[in-house]
């Protein structure tokens, strides 16, 4: 049973930082691409970053230089740093996990190609 569990959200100030975390469960993430991704109100699902099992990672324009994805596997968890927060990165984020080739082709971004999902943790940015 593959499970994906999410923490670390919470209301914060702009230009604060936040650190999300995902443990995993019920399957070997290191062998999988792990991404966050974001849903604000009235607003479809889009990819945040992602990072595969060697450790390449991929960032969307709007979080590059602020964000930052790692991952431990020797405890699968996710992690993804959040610096200078701005209202705009006001969501609900996701973690999800999906296909290792993902990162290396740059084919990351897209919802439907990550199978597994957590339930979302809470990012409010005032």
């Known amino acids: 049973h593959v499970q994906l569990v999410e923490s670390g959200g919470g209301s914060v100030q702009a230009g604060g930082s936040l650190r999300l975390t995902c443990t995993a469960s019920g399957f070997p993430p290191g062998l999988h691409s792990m991404g966050w991704f974001r849903q604000a109100p009235g607003k479809e699902r889009e990819a945040v970053a992602a990072i595969d099992a060697d450790g390449k990672t991929g960032y969307t324009d709007a979080v590059k230089g602020r964000f930052t994805i790692s991952r431990d596997s020797s405890n699968n968890t996710l992690y993804l740093q959040m610096n200078s927060l701005k209202p705009e990165d006001t969501a609900t984020y996701y973690c999800?996990?999906?296909?290792?080739?993902?990162?290396?082709?740059?084919?990351?971004?897209?919802?439907?190609?990550?199978?597994?999902w957590g339930q979302g943790t809470q990012v409010t940015v005032s």
């Open positions: 999800a996990a999906g296909p290792d080739y993902l990162v290396r082709f740059s084919a990351w971004q897209r919802v439907g190609d990550f199978g597994n």
